[in-house]
């Protein structure tokens, strides 16, 4: 059974969190929501931690913590969270960090309106009720009915990285089936878009061996209800981590694996505009191969590479299949050398225990060095803006510039670099003096604050700031949950090549910021991009994998991304910005 216990608990304790959001209780909801992080980030499951007495010397699990840890494990549930729950309406346990709502704004309408659903709260910003109360406005209502429309989009969907996981343990249980020849994910998943909804899947076999794959796929004990069962397709609804998922399977000969694989990929757009192609040359495309439509023979289909070359094009990456140009590019043969994983020399945004991290640096360079064949990484904690994070001041970036030089001496190189994550100000400035930025190796400015504001002047300032390297996560996303918040990116992109200046592509799953659409307007503007995980965490330095996929999406190749490079490269990158503008700051 698909079940991941310690995110099982991790969810309870965010849940705990939240409730305690609603009752002002700031520094019990961090302490759940710092537990629940670590527990998720757990590499092994957290019972064996518990049967082996490690439990309670986990950095960040108490006493209190672990008791309430072993108490779920024995009895699925926590009994003080049973007992928060009486105290908050259930619905707004799940709306309670949503942009624009909030643990304050909820329960002014709770205690004021007596309102305690989803359904109530949707129905008293429609009927203006909730404008009628002091602090409540046309624009903030309008904004919170926005965040419950999103939110419920949002349920409907999952982002990339959790797609990704459900769908490699699905495969991997089928793959055990000794009939299944070969199998690949298909659809929005494959192309990597940044959320998905149902998840298609493609297996090859031979004939015989359908009906066997077919039933053990429909037996599979995460399968909560069968849809529709056949030799070809069967398409089930699939518990997987208490969220319920539409799975299609779909089996094909192998010698229809290329032209399937190629059909079901999509997009439609893209699907269809090649089908015309192929018309016009006497030839027609379906999944099951490349016929010639006089005689009706089948001339490709083994492999998607015979299905695009029997049309006179190149293999198109799949994360490229939208209908953007890509079709005309494969006709001409001048398809770009999309970035890869392996490109990547070394992740530029990580936070440690200095400010919210779950992890020292020295733990941090332990488990990259085991895990990755990085070059460099840069530790960028919080400037002290963000109080909710125990961002640092100057004298405490300080401190972590010697610790961080004693780590390199240990070493034997200058493996970790200096770097903060600066908060842009409400005017612009930045969080830290220019002073201090000057003796880091790498600074990244971002927004945190007057997200609903169109913020260009506020990142345009930050990006004449000479000691400013890149702009993270640049337009304040979170899918799902806040929309960009307004900018002109056409300033944006312009002041970027101007003073050269990086954005950056984070891979964080709910930001996946910049989106691929800026991201090959970035390419094509000569924008430098660098992609970063935004670790808080170790499981988190392996979001990098989808955020390459982002930045191919938006046909990046390693040219376009900086940190495919050696770290004496980024340096005359840093240096040269330093230089133009410092130059010029002092005319």
């Known amino acids: 059974m698909y079940k991941n216990i310690n995110k099982e608990i991790a969810d309870t304790f965010r849940k705990m969190a939240s409730i305690y959001e609603f009752l002002d209780e700031k520094f019990r909801a961090v302490a759940y929501q710092r537990a629940a992080n670590i527990i998720e980030d757990l590499p092994d499951d957290i019972r064996h931690y518990l049967e082996s007495g490690q439990l309670s010397k986990i950095r960040g699990i108490g006493k209190s913590t672990a008791s309430k840890i072993e108490e779920y494990l024995k009895t699925g549930k926590i009994s003080r969270y049973e007992e928060l729950k009486k105290i908050i309406p259930e619905d707004f346990i799940e709306l309670v960090d949503l942009p624009g709502i909030g643990p304050k704004t909820l329960k002014k309408v709770h205690d004021e309106l007596g309102i305690s659903t989803k359904e109530e709260l949707i129905k008293a910003l429609k009927d203006g009720r909730i404008q009628s109360l002091s602090g409540f406005g046309a624009k903030k209502v309008e904004n919170m009915l926005k965040a419950l429309q999103m939110y419920e989009i949002s349920k409907r969907r999952i982002v990339l990285w959790e797609a990704l996981q459900l769908a490699k343990y699905i495969v991997n249980k089928l793959k055990k089936l000794k009939e299944v020849k070969k199998i690949e994910v298909a659809g929005s998943l494959r192309r990597r878009k940044e959320t998905i909804g149902d998840i298609d899947l493609l297996i090859a076999s031979d004939d015989k061996d359908r009906t066997k794959i077919m039933d053990y796929f429909a037996n599979l004990e995460e399968v909560k209800e069968i849809l529709g069962k056949g030799e070809k397709k069967t398409s089930v609804i699939m518990n997987l981590e208490g969220k319920e998922r539409q799975v299609d399977l779909r089996v094909f000969k192998e010698e229809e694996w290329g032209a399937a694989l190629q059909y079901f990929t999509g997009s439609k757009q893209h699907n269809v505009h090649i089908r015309e192609i192929a018309k016009d040359k006497g030839l027609k495309i379906n999944e099951y191969g490349v016929f010639d439509i006089k005689t009706g023979k089948k001339i490709a289909g083994r492999t998607e590479e015979e299905v695009y070359n029997t049309i006179g094009m190149d293999w198109i990456p799949p994360e490229m299949r939208e209908d953007r140009g890509e079709i005309e590019l494969a006709l001409e043969h001048r398809l770009p050398k999309l970035v890869e994983l392996k490109d990547i020399k070394g992740d530029l945004h990580i936070h440690s225990v200095w400010t919210d991290g779950a992890y020292s640096i020295e733990e941090i360079v332990n488990h990259v060095k085991k ?22 001041d100057e004298e405490k970036l300080l401190q972590e510039i010697e610790q961080i030089e004693k780590l390199n001496k240990m070493l034997g190189f200058d493996f970790v670099k200096k770097g903060i994550e ?14 201090v930025l000057s003796k880091l190796d790498w600074v990244i400015a971002s927004i945190h604050s007057y997200l609903n504001q169109d913020n260009t002047e506020r990142i345009v300032k930050a990006m004449e700031n000479p000691y400013v390297t890149v702009i993270g996560h640049p337009t304040g996303r979170i899918i799902g949950q806040r929309e960009p918040y307004p900018l002109d990116m056409d300033i944006i992109m312009k002041v970027a090549r101007e003073t050269g200046t990086a954005l950056e592509v984070n891979a964080q799953p709910f930001r996946m910021d910049l989106n691929d659409i800026w991201i090959k307007r970035a390419v094509d503007e000569n924008v430098m991009l660098v992609i970063n995980s935004d670790s808080h965490n170790l499981r988190q330095f392996a979001y990098m994998e989808i955020g390459v996929s982002q930045a191919r999406r938006g046909w990046a190749t390693k040219e376009n991304i900086l940190n495919t490079k050696s770290w004496e490269e980024v340096q005359k990158f840093v240096n040269a910005k330093r230089k133009k503008l410092g130059a010029r700051l002092k005319r």
């Not at 895990?371 to 640092?392: C, F, M, N, P």
């Not at 600066?422 to 002073?435: A, F, T």
């Open 422 to 435: 600066v908060d842009i100000l409400y005017d612009g400035s930045l969080d830290l003096s220019d002073e």
């Open 371 to 392: 895990h990755y064949k990085y070059e460099y990484i840069a530790i960028t904690d919080h400037s002290k803006a963000v109080r909710v994070a125990h961002g640092l």
